[in-house]
């Protein structure tokens, strides 16, 4: 009789085992003997009580609670999957929507620069702001016409501007 | 028609390690019988061990894919296993030297035996360790339950603690007599006699000096 452990089992890798070393088939069915047989068990329980002890792995736990085992191992890595997808749809979703809105401000800007000056709008406004029929600007003239029409007549830069103002014009 | 045979383990390891869910599966049916028991001899609870199991699996799933295939796959789960199960019965604090009997002995079921009269009470058997092995450290208790009851050879034991041989045989020794001690003193209807032949022996450790000659 083997008093440890009831027949230690061949390792199934690594080092050779020692010539006694029983492999797990064979430990059970010394277990299971011994664990039916009074005079075997007497025999144990004289070279060391404690050994007794081996006899346990001879116990399983109830196939439902297996079962269930898988069940919950299986749920909580389903559920762990998700979520990541979950995060990574969101991350993708944002990304994309930063870089539209990235290429969308970048048309407009480029289309309409805002701080780009614009000669020809800043010298109208001047000129309108300052615009008096009654007290002509340098560089404006005004020419009546012999019925109710003004000609106002003005260059800003190289454009020359020419307004009429006329209600009997008909266009 | 023929049935499938069933994939060899290390193919299986190999596979799932590529993330094969349903290798994983079957991996996980596979192993989970050793996994509870072995958490439930830790822990004496089956709650407990069912939930140190699905942690368990839940870190193989994860780990799997950065796992050695040149290693032994059994040591690596083992030591999840029962690292797991110490670090739940440190969480619980110091109990005492004797825990309370489990309500529930048949938590575990006895495989059948033949000679009902001469089989052996599992289930007393059960209640002696869960309620004896409660006077053990953490570590002595999953020593003793790796070697004895799993029949793990000392240097597995000692790999899957990752502590020395010599520090194995040393906690085995002290399980042993502690165990020893309570089931004679405490049950003795499992270990007839067993008072008498030890006293005549005149030895309070008469396997230990044998077991790595064995």
Redesign the interface.
Known sequence: MVTAGVGEPAATTGPTPPPHAVDPAEREQILRHVSGCRACRDRLVELDPGALFALLSLRQPPAAALDDLSRRVSAEIDAERRPVARVRFAAVASLAASVLLAVALGVYFKRAPVNEPDPFRADLESYLERLDRDSPVPGVELISSPGEAQVVDFKIGDTQVVMIFDEALNL | MRAKPARDENELIRTAAGGD?AAF?EL??LK??RV??TA??ITGE?DD??DV??AV??KV?QGIGRFDLER?F?TWLYRITVNAGIDLLRSRGPKGVLQPLPDDPS?????T???AE???D?GR??QA?TRLAGGLAPQQRAV?VL??????????VARILGIAESTVRNHLLQ??RI??AG??RDYPE?????ND??SENGSDD??DG???K?
Do not use: C, H, M, N
Request: hydrophobic content about 40%; charged content about 30%; cysteine-free.
């Open positions: 869910r599966d996980l049916r989970r019988e509870v028991r439930y001899q089956l061990a069912l199991a699905q699996f839940i799933w032994k059994d938590d575990l079921v006895s495989a035996t033949r000679g001469e089989t052996l599992l058997l059960q360790f003793f070697k004895e009851i799993e029949g793990q050879p000392t240097a597995e399980a042993r165990l020893r089931i004679e499992l270990v007839p006699g067993a032949r030890t008469v396997a044998t077991e790595e064995s």
